[in-house]
C-alpha cells in the first residue's frame, strides 16, 4: 500500500510552488520525465490519461510507476489523469497508482460529488489521493459546448465539493484548455483568487501547454499547487521523431529514441523550473 502523499502538494502549495504532473504515452517519454526529474532535483508526477491506461494497462502501469517510485528514491509519484470512470480510479488504486483523478466535471453538481466520494472512500483507504474537477478544462476532449462562461468554476461548487467529498486537491476551470491553443489563452485569474480565498485544499492548473510562463507563474502564487502538462511533450516527441527519421539507417531504434527522449527531457526540465520546482530534494 503506497504511503498516503498529499504533503507533497500541500507543502508545495505552502512554500510557494508547484509540483509538475507530465503526460506519458510510452515509455520514452516516461523516461524522459524520470530522467528530468533527477537532474533537477524536482518531485514530479508522471500522468496515464485513461486511453494510455486502457492501451497499456493498469498494472503494467503501476508497475513502472512503483519503480520509478522506488529508483527516485520515493520523489516521483504514479498518477491516473482524467478518469471519468469510478471503476478505473479503483483499479488504478489496485494497481499500486499513488494518486488518481476522477473527473465528473461533465456531469451535475450531485453526480460530481457521488463519484468523487466513492473514488475518495476507497482511494484514501489504501493510501492514495485523490484529484476532482469542478468547473471544464476546454479543448480536446470535452463533451458538450459552453455558452459565455460556463466553463468557468463556480466558487460555492468548488466549496461544496471541497467539503463534501474530502477529496485531496481541486482541478478548477478558469480558462485553460488541453492541447494547443489557436489564441492566447484568456485566464481569469479574479476566479482563481476568490476559489483560493474559500477552498483551503489546494489547486490544479490544467492545460499547461502554451500558457504563457508568467501566467503559470501568477497561477501559482494564487494557489495552483499542481501543474498539468502534456501536449508540448508529445509535440516535441513527434517533431523529433519525424527529424530522426530522415537520417536514420533502419537499424537500432535506440539511434533514433534516445534523441526524442533528451529532447522531451529538456522540455521537462524547461517546466520544472517554471513551476520553481527545481531544487527541492
Ligand atoms: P496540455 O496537454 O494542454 O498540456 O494539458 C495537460 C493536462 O492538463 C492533462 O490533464
Known amino acids: 500500500m503506497p504511503e498516503y502523499n498529499n504533503h ?3 507543502a508545495a502549495a505552502k512554500e510557494g ?5 507530465f503526460n506519458y504515452s510510452d515509455i520514452w517519454e516516461h523516461g524522459a520525465i524520470v530522467q528530468a526529474a533527477a537532474e533537477e532535483r524536482a518531485i514530479v508526477y508522471t500522468a496515464s490519461n485513461m486511453r494510455v491506461a486502457g492501451s497499456i494497462g493498469l498494472p503494467y502501469l503501476g508497475a513502472i510507476g512503483a519503480a520509478a517510485h522506488a529508483v527516485s528514491g520515493g520523489h516521483i509519484f ?3 489523469d482524467h478518469s ?5 480510479c479503483k483499479q488504478a488504486v489496485d ?3 499513488h494518486s488518481v483523478m476522477i473527473d465528473a466535471s461533465m456531469c451535475s453538481l450531485e453526480e460530481n460529488i457521488a463519484k468523487t466520494k466513492e473514488v475518495v472512500a476507497y482511494a484514501h483507504a489504501h493510501g492514495v489521493v485523490v484529484e476532482a474537477e469542478i ?10 459546448t459552453y455558452e459565455g462562461d460556463d466553463y468557468l468554476v463556480q466558487v460555492k461548487d468548488a466549496v461544496a ?11 478548477v476551470g478558469i480558462g485553460t ?24 485544499i489546494p489547486l490544479v492548473l490544467h492545460g499547461g501547454t502554451g500558457v504563457p510562463y508568467d501566467t503559470v507563474r501568477a497561477c501559482i502564487a494564487n494557489g495552483m499547487a499542481k501543474v498539468n502538462v502534456g501536449t508540448l511533450l508529445h509535440g516535441c516527441y513527434v517533431e523529433t521523431l519525424r527529424e530522426r527519421m530522415k537520417t536514420w539507417d533502419g537499424t537500432n531504434i535506440s539511434d533514433l529514441m534516445e534523441p526524442v527522449r533528451d529532447a522531451i527531457k529538456e522540455k521537462v526540465r524547461e517546466w520544472i523550473r517554471v513551476c520553481n520546482a527545481n531544487n527541492r530534494i
Open 95 to 97: 494497481s499500486g497508482y
Open 8 to 10: 507533497v502538494i500541500e
Open 135 to 144: 468547473g471544464r478544462i476546454l479543448g480536446r476532449n470535452v463533451e458538450g
Open 84 to 88: 471519468s470512470s469510478v471503476e478505473l
Open 78 to 80: 504514479n498518477h491516473l
Open 161 to 171: 465539493m471541497a467539503e463534501e467529498t474530502g477529496v485531496d486537491s481541486l482541478a
Open 177 to 200: 484548455a488541453h492541447g494547443f491553443y489557436k489564441e492566447e489563452p484568456r485566464i481569469n485569474l479574479e476566479r482563481l483568487k476568490e476559489v483560493h480565498a474559500h477552498v483551503n
Open 17 to 21: 510552488y508547484a509540483i509538475p504532473a
